[in-house]
């Protein structure tokens, strides 16, 4: 019952992400929360591991399904999550062709460009909001942000170093 769950659960959010997996941030963290009983913190943690990992950062809810219901919930998530939304686009997509360059698809664009963007940027603030939750969090967030903002320097060292920088008095 729980892997049925698990599966309808992402197959929602997979077919709600507009604009990209971190349009549904918010609501997958509510969701992991309220349901599945996966605190804020955990999902920071595994959404920070999937910023790190190769690839798509979204490979992130293999290890959601992983920490909920083992190898078979890692799986049912994967697929869950990625298969309606590219049945979707494959669809979407051959209509897009078909219907050419109409007013109907400039209007549709148009419209959905701003709303993919504030679905981004809530993503990113619940992230935000869950992960900065002490000065010292807030502070290495902020100085990410401004040397992500200034620099051309690779996220991935930046992640390594708050990481290190955080963990640097507990190791001591």
């Known amino acids: 019952m729980a892997l049925l769950h ?13 604009g990209g997996g ?15 009983d996966l605190s804020h913190d955990r999902f920071v943690h595994i959404y920070s591991l999937g910023q790190l990992a190769p690839g ?5 809810v293999l290890v959601i ?7 078979l919930g890692a ?23 078909k219907i050419g ?7 549709i664009q148009n419209a959905l460009e701003p709303i ?15 992960a900065a939750n ?3 969090t807030f502070g290495l967030a902020l100085i990410a942000f401004v040397i992500l903002a200034r620099t051309k320097v690779n996220p991935v060292l930046i992640i390594l170093a708050a990481g290190l920088l955080f963990a640097l008095p507990q190791l001591l």
């Open 6 to 18: 698990l599966a309808l659960t992402f197959a929602v959010l997979s077919l709600l992400a507009v």
């Open 22 to 36: 971190t349009a549904v941030l918010p609501e997958m963290q509510s969701i992991l929360l309220h349901q599945f």
């Open 56 to 60: 798509p950062n979204m490979l992130m």
């Open 65 to 71: 399904g992983l920490q909920i219901a083992g190898l």
């Open 75 to 97: 799986a049912v998530v994967f697929l869950s999550f990625f298969i309606p939304s590219s049945v979707l686009c494959l669809f979407v997509g051959r209509l897009w062709i």
């Open 101 to 107: 360059d109409t007013l109907w698809r400039r209007a």
């Open 116 to 130: 993919s963007i504030g679905l981004m940027l809530s993503g990113v603030y619940a992230v935000g909001k869950a």
């Open 134 to 136: 002490t000065p010292i």
